[in-house]
């Protein structure tokens, strides 16, 4: 399956005063590209270190004109069943569409990114194209892949592993290696591509 990532919309709403439906290229044109070194750490235990390419967060939500009363920034990424196989039959983990948010705040930090490519290419397909987040402090579930959607609001946004399953999975979800999750500790990780695989 082909994944078409050109053109490529991303519909900004909700408590902003430049509400419209953007083509990618335009959302971030003029916006400086940066390589940021991120170890990505994984909910199940695994990281990996990743040179993304991309540009703050914050850039591209001060071009939209947050109001003063957003609080939240929740994020929905493509639905395509006919190019994202996963996303039909009987066997799915989750609804579609996947959503994922996170304070205002937290969007804003220039930490955030929207990751266009990794490794010096362009963001392969399985990687989410043709833009992602990258939240390094937080589990690598929160960096929501292939975004359509950008949408400011008042209230905490119904993420969809918190809805699919609370217990495991919290809104804020920062990386912490002292609080285990429910069915395995944190405390280690087995680090992908390094020579001694863990830390």
Known sequence: ??????????K???LIDKPAEYDLDDLIKDIALEERIYRMRCVEGWSMVIPWVGIPLASVLKRLEPQSSAKYVAFETLVRPSEMPGQKGLFQALPWPYVEGLRLDEAMHP????????YG???PNQNGAPVRLVVPWKYG?????????ISLTDTQPKISWEVANAREYGF????NPDVSHPRW???TERRIGSA????
């Open 1 to 10: 399956h082909t994944l078409t990532t050109t053109p490529w919309k991303i």
């Open 141 to 149: 579930f929160k960096s929501i892949k292939s975004i359509v959607r």
């Open 111 to 118: 930490l955030t990114i929207l990751a266009i490519g990794l």
């Open 172 to 175: 804020y979800s920062n990386v």
């Open 196 to 199: 001694t695989g863990g830390l």
């Open 185 to 187: 500790s944190q405390a």
């Open 12 to 14: 900004a709403d909700g």
């Open 121 to 123: 290419e362009k963001l």
